[in-house]
């Protein structure tokens, strides 16, 4: 393959390639290889057809269109990579010498990553924020585990705060029923506060086989727009009323809820494990600011494209939320009151942003040199082929896309890393 740059700007780049005889040989075999195993030709068994056997059933046309398309997606990735090119959108295509089977020399003009000029990142500096557990976390944790083994008693009198309640609720505003606001079966401590201000006040006083209608506001800053600061009615039937024992907090109590002598064991290992989480929470707030703070000082317009794909895998990631809970993407913007466009409106500068980042992070990669090793790849697919044991996953594990995103996620880990290096070097 022979390629040569013929016009480049900031944004776009023409690349003119010819293809070598090898590539286009390699192409038609290629080609053959694909159409024999339909080809059904009398004197030989199924897939076995000589390649002019299956120039004649398939016809020539179609030979040299495909032949021609392999050809040119390999010479333009070869192209791409000696040039070092990254595309950001699909090459337009002009085609300027086949001789079929012989010569092949075209045009790609392609929309390529605009560069980006980074701050001098060496020098962001940023200090960590020290992580303190509070005596109250435990002490929450540790009546969090007395709930969880105490003695479920049932209630013979009318339910209070700290009983459980099992229930079944619908809610509805203006007479219409909120998606998400129906259950049945659904246990609810009173006094958990897990529930919209002043719904589990209204359940104080309720016996096993009764029903209660009443009113919730629900707040002002609620997530879900439609239903900020607006009154629902819900809809109450109690299954069971059940009123808890909890035990005391003692070397016995230790020893039921894990492997421990003494209550001091088991406090300093929650205290241990809030620690941990605590300080992988303050990890990934760290590095979300560090990155934000670098991103900040980066002035760059995000091209259009790069801007909508984002947008676009964002609505995807919305989708698969939705999904989940049984939602669709129409049924949300329904309830929070907003067309598709003022969704896209209201994603766009997070998608900008994550755009930039993107830019970011690959440019101090390549500035420092980093890169994901071949066994470092390896590694982290042998992790998920212990995990997913499943035939279809452990093929896809085995495709290119997998590898690439294996590739990508530890050079943003180790880019991270560095930048995080840098920002606490004194």
């Known amino acids: 393959m022979k390629a040569e740059i013929t016009n480049q700007t900031d944004n776009q780049v023409t690349l003119k390639i010819a293809a070598t005889a090898d590539q286009i040989k390699h192409a038609l075999e290629h080609t053959y290889d694909h159409y024999r195993p339909k080809v059904k030709a009398s004197g030989f068994r199924a897939g076995k057809a000589p390649d002019n056997i299956v120039a004649r059933e ?6 040299q269109a495909e032949t021609l398309e392999h050809t040119m997606s390999h010479a333009y990735s070869d192209a791409l990579a000696e040039y070092d090119v990254a595309p950001i959108d699909q090459p337009k295509i002009n085609l300027i010498k086949w001789v079929p089977y012989e010569t092949l020399e075209f045009e790609a003009t392609v929309e390529v990553m605009p560069s980006v000029d980074l701050p001098d990142y060496k020098k962001i500096k940023k200090a960590v924020k020290p992580v303190k557990i509070e005596s109250a976390k435990v002490d929450e944790m540790i009546e969090d585990l007395r709930r969880r083994v105490a003695k479920r008693i049932p209630a013979l009198n009318a339910a209070a705060m700290g009983d459980e309640v099992k229930i079944d609720f619908e809610g509805k505003k203006e007479g219409k029923i909120i998606e998400g606001a129906v259950s049945k079966n659904y246990t609810l401590k009173l006094g958990s506060n897990t529930f919209i201000p002043g719904f589990e006040e209204e359940l104080v006083g309720v016996k096993v086989g009764e029903g209660k209608s009443f009113e919730v506001t629900f707040p002002k800053d609620y997530h879900e727009k439609s239903l900020a600061g607006q009154p629902v009615t819900f809809k109450v039937n109690v299954h069971e009323v059940t009123r808890l024992k909890l035990p005391e907090v003692n070397d016995e109590f230790a020893g039921e809820v894990g492997p ?11 205290k241990d494990q809030l620690k941990a989480e605590a300080e992988e929470s303050a990890k990934r707030e760290y590095e979300n600011e560090l990155l934000d703070e670098i991103a900040g000082k980066v002035k760059f317009k995000v091209p ?3 801007a909508t794909q984002q947008l676009e895998r964002m609505k995807s990631e919305i989708s698969q939320r939705l999904m989940s809970s049984g939602m669709t993407m129409e049924q949300y913007l329904e309830m929070q009151g907003k067309t598709q466009d003022e969704l896209e ?14 830019l970011v992070l690959q440019e101090v990669a390549k500035a420092e040199k980093l890169t994901a090793t071949e066994d470092e790849i390896e590694a982290e697919l042998d992790a998920l082929r212990m995990r997913y044991t499943d035939p279809k996953m452990q093929e896809q594990l085995n495709s290119h896309d997998v590898r690439n995103d294996i590739f990508n996620h530890i050079l943003t880990t180790k880019t991270i890393a560095k930048l995080v290096e840098y920002a606490q070097k004194k």
């Open 345 to 358: 409106k209201e994603l766009r500068p997070d998608a900008e942003k994550r755009v930039i980042l993107s």
């Open 304 to 306: 259009e494209k790069m």
């Open 260 to 270: 421990f002598k003494t209550v001091a064991e088991l406090k300093a290992d929650i």
């Open 58 to 63: 398939i016809g020539d046309e179609a030979i």
